[in-house]
């Protein structure tokens, strides 16, 4: 074999066998950006968080509360809603509306009042705070006020009304935020209608003392709803 | 002018003087071998790199057995391949070219050479000059290599580690054969010759080259131009941006954990690229830790709340002017600690706490609160507002997400088409896409008013569209 042959012969064997290298790479490649670009792509969109318990039926009479109460986004939310028209959107024993909030035992504080009162305490305060900043997913943060059936009926829904309304002002004085119109849905119950029972004192209360069923309804339950309605 | 010709030797009397054809053997059988696995070394490094070009996450070589020690997760191998320095010219091509094609290129010329040299046997002083001098070249580029290796990128790959050895052996080989080649020394050696080599070994880069860039998938000009996806809208009423070192050109989001791997990686490709000076870039907090979001289910990163809370409170909590520098101390100390923090938040998130405040005591008081609690809230739920992917790292230039597949190789070629003129004026065609769903709310027409008590605010007009329900 002369030198001529040796070098090109060479030559060849050396060019040749990188280029089908790279060739046969780049084609794989190609083939396999070809499949995946026709392949659908599952992957999650940031949501709402829209818990276990979130049944239809919790869904639906949420919904309707929701609905009737102004916590539509964008809307002049917070307005409250008053006792009646709470139970007849709801269509619900008072027994029943509380069940409603029973799965909620983790994420709901009972914001405790004294008798007659409607001011916040100091430990009622950081419960508030506590409360609204554990967010997470959630959509809606219902006050659903109550007053213990001490005194006259009237008085009680105003005071009721007026509890719902202080937890609300609390948290725009503290969070200055926006979305506390379109977010936080005020109930307040007065005496006539679905009255805690002292089960409740075992939940997360703003006050460690003794609790009674009359204690227990001097309040304003708060928590953060995880249903995507 | 008369083109060389190899085949006459350098000296009339070449062919009659067998002169160092024992001498010079063994040391170019090492410069061939040197050669072949050097060549083999960089064959599966440009492999690695190539089977990337089909835009997905692969398995990658990282051992010194030449094949061996194929592996997904992070490895010294990822971390060089995925650094700026494992290809040029990035801008213009999807990956670049890789600097491993061309040390495959001249690896497969030097064993060309070297070959040739040991099957003829007798070879010129010239032509064991020119070996030399031709395996200086990946000597030179081995010590250039080796100290981005070291002083930029953090990271040894054993696959690089192996075409340095590789290097050494070849240089060796050559110098030794070198010196023992015992030819005389021309009396004056064609230039012609020298040219000649050399464009030989010009011409095994060059066609390489030419295939790599034939080859290779082409880029869909169109995700390059406007990404994949836009957001609703780039606003941040709440304030929860931080902003990020970066220039002042193009506004950017940047959707980063500062706990995960991939946000690091991307973090220093985006620092090392000239490009981050072209945009005014912002960051938005998004832990992928259940311990604060409810979007993920497993732990991903443990204590990525934390540290997102501490980036906020140091960014400070109000709406105003936020502290770049004390929130980019943050990210970058848990950029760079972040495998530790992950083992520490599993274990003990107060310990990681604890941790924080001790390292940036300006979080002190404020770490932990509800405020700053609230304010990542925020964070996540911009998220859920612009309806983004659950994944970190995402790059919003303007409204336009870049493709994820684009954030890692393509990050150069991506940025710089959509940065151009031609990417503006596409993305700014792109119509935002409608706000995610917000709950049907039912009418409250149906429900009769109470005439006593009085509403804090007016009732919502109906909307015709919304879902009747029974009263």
């Given at each position: 074999?002369?030198?001529?042959?040796?070098?090109?012969?060479?030559l060849?064997?050396?060019?040749?066998?990188p280029?089908?290298?790279?060739?046969?790479?780049?084609?794989a490649?190609?083939?396999?950006?070809?499949?995946?670009?026709?392949?659908?792509?599952?992957?999650?969109?940031?949501?709402?968080?829209?818990?276990?318990?979130?049944?239809?039926?919790?869904?639906?009479?949420?919904?309707?509360?929701?609905?009737?109460?102004?916590?539509?986004?964008?809307?002049?939310?917070?307005?409250?809603?008053?006792?009646?028209?709470?139970?007849?959107?709801?269509?619900?024993?008072g027994?029943?509306?509380?069940?409603?909030?029973?799965?909620?035992?983790?994420?709901?504080?009972?914001?405790?009042?004294?008798?007659?009162?409607?001011?916040?305490?100091?430990?009622?305060?950081?419960?508030?705070?506590?409360?609204?900043?554990?967010?997470?997913?959630?959509?809606?943060?219902?006050?659903?006020?109550?007053?213990?059936?001490?005194?006259?009926?009237?008085?009680?829904?105003?005071?009721s009304?007026?509890?719902?309304?202080?937890?609300?002002?609390?948290l725009q004085?503290?969070?200055?935020?926006?979305?506390?119109?379109?977010?936080?849905?005020?109930l307040?119950?007065?005496?006539?209608?679905?009255q805690?029972?002292?089960?409740?004192?075992?939940?997360?209360?703003?006050r460690?003392?003794?609790?009674?069923?009359?204690?227990?309804?001097?309040?304003?339950?708060v928590?953060?709803?995880?249903?995507?309605i | 002018?008369?083109p060389?010709?190899?085949?006459?030797?350098?000296?009339?009397?070449?062919?009659?003087?067998?002169?160092?054809?024992?001498?010079?053997?063994?040391?170019?059988?090492?410069?061939?071998?040197?050669?072949?696995?050097?060549?083999?070394?960089?064959?599966?490094?440009t492999?690695?790199?190539?089977?990337?070009?089909?835009?997905?996450?692969?398995?990658i070589?990282?051992?010194?057995?030449?094949?061996?020690?194929?592996?997904?997760?992070?490895?010294?191998?990822?971390?060089?391949?995925?650094?700026?320095?494992?290809?040029?010219?990035?801008?213009?091509?999807?990956?670049?070219?890789?600097?491993?094609?061309?040390?495959?290129?001249?690896?497969?010329?030097?064993?060309?050479?070297?070959?040739?040299?040991?099957?003829?046997?007798?070879?010129?002083?010239?032509?064991?000059?020119?070996?030399?001098?031709?395996?200086a070249?990946?000597?030179?580029?081995?010590?250039?290599?080796?100290?981005?290796?070291?002083?930029?990128?953090?990271?040894?790959?054993?696959?690089?580690?192996?075409?340095?050895l590789?290097?050494?052996?070849?240089?060796?080989?050559?110098?030794?054969?070198?010196?023992?080649?015992?030819?005389?020394?021309?009396?004056?050696?064609?230039?012609?010759?020298?040219?000649?080599?050399?464009?030989?070994?010009?011409?095994?880069?060059?066609?390489?080259?030419?295939?790599?860039?034939?080859?290779?998938?082409?880029?869909?000009?169109?995700?390059?131009?406007?990404?994949?996806?836009?957001?609703?809208?780039?606003?941040?009423?709440?304030?929860?941006?931080?902003?990020?070192?970066?220039g002042?050109?193009?506004?950017?989001?940047?959707?980063?954990?500062?706990?995960?791997?991939?946000?690091?990686?991307?973090?220093?490709?985006?620092?090392?690229?000239?490009?981050?000076?072209?945009?005014?870039?912002?960051?938005?907090?998004?832990?992928l830790?259940?311990?604060?979001?409810?979007?993920v289910t497993?732990?991903?990163?443990?204590?990525?709340?934390?540290v997102?809370?501490?980036?906020?409170?140091?960014?400070?909590?109000?709406?105003?002017?936020?502290?770049?520098?004390?929130?980019?101390d943050?990210?970058?100390?848990?950029?760079?600690?972040?495998?530790?923090?992950?083992?520490?938040?599993?274990?003990?998130?107060?310990?990681?706490?604890?941790?924080?405040?001790?390292?940036?005591?300006?979080?002190?008081?404020?770490?932990?609160?509800?405020?700053?609690?609230?304010?990542?809230?925020?964070?996540?739920?911009?998220?859920?507002?612009?309806?983004?992917?659950v994944?970190?790292?995402?790059?919003?230039?303007?409204?336009?997400?870049?493709?994820?597949?684009?954030?890692?190789?393509?990050?150069?070629?991506?940025?710089s088409?959509?940065?151009?003129?031609?990417?503006?004026?596409a993305?700014?065609?792109?119509?935002?896409?409608?706000?995610?769903?917000?709950?049907?709310?039912?009418?409250?027409?149906?429900?009769p008013?109470?005439?006593?008590?009085?509403?804090?605010?007016?009732?919502?007009?109906?909307?015709?569209?919304?879902?009747?329900?029974?009263?």
């Amino acid at each position: 074999m002369n030198e001529q042959t040796q070098r090109w012969g060479l030559l060849a064997v050396a060019i040749v066998i990188p280029i089908i290298l790279v060739s046969s790479w780049a084609s794989a490649a190609g083939r396999r950006l070809k499949e995946s670009s026709s392949a659908a792509k599952d992957v999650a969109i940031a949501s709402v968080s829209d818990d276990s318990y979130c049944t239809p039926q919790l869904k639906a009479i949420i919904r309707r509360v929701a609905g009737a109460c102004g916590l539509i986004e964008g809307g002049g939310g917070g307005r409250g809603c008053q006792p009646m028209e709470a139970q007849k959107v709801a269509a619900l024993s008072g027994d029943d509306f509380n069940a409603l909030f029973k799965p909620l035992t983790r994420r709901a504080h009972i914001i405790q009042f004294d008798s007659s009162k409607t001011e916040l305490d100091p430990e009622a305060a950081t419960t508030i705070e506590k409360a609204w900043s554990d967010q997470r997913g959630a959509s809606f943060f219902f006050v659903v006020s109550r007053a213990s059936t001490d005194g006259a009926a009237d008085f009680n829904e105003a005071l009721s009304r007026d509890r719902a309304k202080g937890v609300l002002t609390h948290l725009q004085g503290k969070f200055k935020d926006e979305d506390l119109k379109n977010q936080v849905g005020l109930l307040w119950l007065g005496e006539q209608y679905a009255q805690l029972g002292d089960e409740f004192c075992t939940w997360n209360r703003s006050r460690t003392t003794a609790c009674t069923a009359m204690e227990i309804n001097r309040s304003a339950f708060v928590a953060w709803i995880d249903c995507a309605i | 002018m008369q083109p060389p010709d190899e085949s006459q030797p350098l000296d009339d009397d070449l062919d009659q003087r067998p002169y160092g054809a024992t001498a010079t053997r063994g040391p170019l059988i090492v410069t061939v071998v040197g050669s072949v696995l050097g060549g083999i070394f960089a064959a599966l490094s440009t492999s690695d790199f190539m089977q990337h070009l089909d835009r997905q996450v692969h398995a990658i070589h990282c051992s010194f057995i030449p094949g061996a020690g194929k592996e997904l997760g992070e490895s010294g191998c990822k971390a060089v391949m995925m650094s700026p320095y494992s290809s040029f010219f990035r801008e213009s091509v999807w990956g670049g070219v890789p600097v491993s094609l061309w040390a495959l290129a001249t690896f497969a010329f030097l064993a060309y050479r070297a070959g040739l040299l040991l099957w003829r046997g007798k070879p010129s002083r010239a032509e064991t000059t020119f070996l030399l001098a031709a395996t200086a070249l990946p000597m030179l580029m081995t010590v250039i290599y080796g100290f981005l290796s070291v002083a930029k990128v953090g990271e040894t790959c054993k696959i690089c580690v192996g075409i340095y050895l590789s290097s050494v052996l070849v240089f060796v080989g050559a110098l030794i054969a070198h010196q023992k080649n015992t030819a005389p020394a021309e009396v004056s050696p064609s230039q012609g010759k020298f040219a000649l080599w050399f464009g030989e070994g010009v011409g095994f880069v060059a066609v390489l080259t030419v295939t790599y860039l034939i080859a290779t998938p082409t880029a869909d000009l169109k995700t390059s131009l406007t990404g994949c996806g836009t957001l609703v809208s780039g606003d941040d009423p709440n304030a929860v941006m931080l902003p990020l070192p970066s220039g002042q050109g193009e506004p950017a989001i940047e959707v980063l954990d500062p706990l995960c791997p991939a946000c690091k990686a991307f973090d220093e490709r985006l620092a090392a690229s000239s490009l981050r000076n072209r945009l005014e870039l912002k960051a938005v907090l998004f832990p992928l830790d259940p311990t604060c979001n409810w979007m993920v289910t497993e732990a991903l990163h443990p204590g990525a709340c934390a540290v997102s809370e501490a980036m906020l409170c140091a960014g400070g909590l109000s709406n105003g002017p936020k502290d770049e520098k004390a929130a980019h101390d943050i990210l970058k100390w848990a950029f760079k600690n972040q495998e530790k923090l992950r083992e520490l938040a599993a274990k003990d998130e107060g310990a990681l706490r604890s941790k924080l405040e001790n390292t940036f005591p300006k979080v002190k008081g404020c770490l932990g609160g509800n405020q700053v609690k609230a304010k990542l809230t925020k964070s996540l739920r911009w998220a859920v507002a612009n309806g983004i992917p659950v994944l970190t790292p995402q790059l919003f230039v303007g409204n336009s997400r870049m493709c994820d597949e684009d954030s890692d190789l393509g990050l150069e070629f991506t940025l710089s088409k959509m940065l151009s003129k031609q990417g503006r004026t596409a993305r700014a065609q792109l119509k935002p896409p409608p706000k995610p769903a917000a709950a049907p709310v039912p009418s409250i027409a149906a429900v009769p008013k109470p005439a006593a008590a009085k509403p804090l605010a007016e009732p919502e007009p109906k909307n015709p569209d919304e879902e009747e329900v029974e009263p």
